[in-house]
């Protein structure tokens, strides 16, 4: 807000110098082209009709330090107002071209957060007896929904939840991820065990991904006191423990990820790790651990999970999310997308 009142005000302060530059320097100096500057500057914030007054207000200033000059009705004077009216015109002209691009984007903008109420719907802060937290970051400069997919649904067989990360960015990563979660979303009701799932969701993108194009993802199904977990290629999760013991749920044998399934026939195993009562355990997506500061330096996950440790944890979740996006010191070029349960204590 404060850098818009600026741009607003900008054109008046530098036709103001201008004129005030010009009075100092005396006759022998004449700065009247440089009252050009200021329907320039006022087409970056204004509109049109703001952009106008300011050519306006420029034309008007124009005629004092001309007389000052003693340059009225002279070529030089003309030509200057001419270049005024031209540069207003023109800037006219931009303003109109930045307005129609900003309606233009805030319609792309509107699409693309209906697009994520579809595809990536809201995950339910309680589920079973769970607490649940979510943290998305696009990559996308222009869009909130990216290649990261996720998705947690109750079905008679227990809390089951799904994170993947598409290869590629853009709109086709998107649709890949539409297919992964309609899969999901159906597999996850009908199949009794995580590797009928991932057969489903093999089965699914075989038929829509072609080449060496592959979707990491882990599936997992939460227990009593464990949960059981079928990795395929992607990160593995961080347990943290009720007395902020970490340790990485990786799995005995990784399996390749999704759609490269007919290199390797053989189904990929499921396995468990304890999860019992005031345990945390935190799934991502690369986008997360790959994320760089200035100086090369990739993410130190482990090192600042504790700011998981709070009593809520959407709040903690928050809390490391913006650690990630100061670690940057700018925009991700990756998705990242954080996924935390928290099993409250007896």
Known sequence: ?????????????VMLGVALTDLLAGENLVFLPLLTLGPAFASVSGGVRRTAAVGAVALALCVPMAVYNDLLFT???NLTVVGIMGV??????????RLQRERELASVRQVAEAAQRVLLRPVPRRAGDLQVALSYTSAAAEARIGGDLYEIVTTPHGV???IGDVQGKGLAAVETAAWVLGAFREAAYDEAGLAD???RLEASLARHLGGEQ????????IHESEITLVNFGHPAPLLILDDGT???????DPGLPLGLGALEPAAVKAHRVPFGSGDR???????????RDKGGEFYPLEERVWLLRRDDPQAGLDALRADLVQHTGGPLLDDAAMLLLHRPGD
Request: glycine share 4%; no cysteine.
């Open 246 to 252: 970490l340790h990485p749920a990786d799995p005995p």
């Open 197 to 199: 799932i991932g057969e």
């Open 281 to 291: 355990i935190l799934f991502f997506t690369d986008g997360v651990i790959e994320a």
């Open 214 to 221: 592959f979707v990491t993802a882990i599936i997992a199904e």
């Open 75 to 77: 070529f030089e004077n």
């Open 88 to 97: 207003t015109a023109a800037s006219m002209l931009a303003s109109r071209l």
């Open 160 to 162: 089951r939840l799904l």
């Open 1 to 13: 807000m404060r850098s818009l009142r600026i741009l607003r005000w900008l054109p008046f302060v």
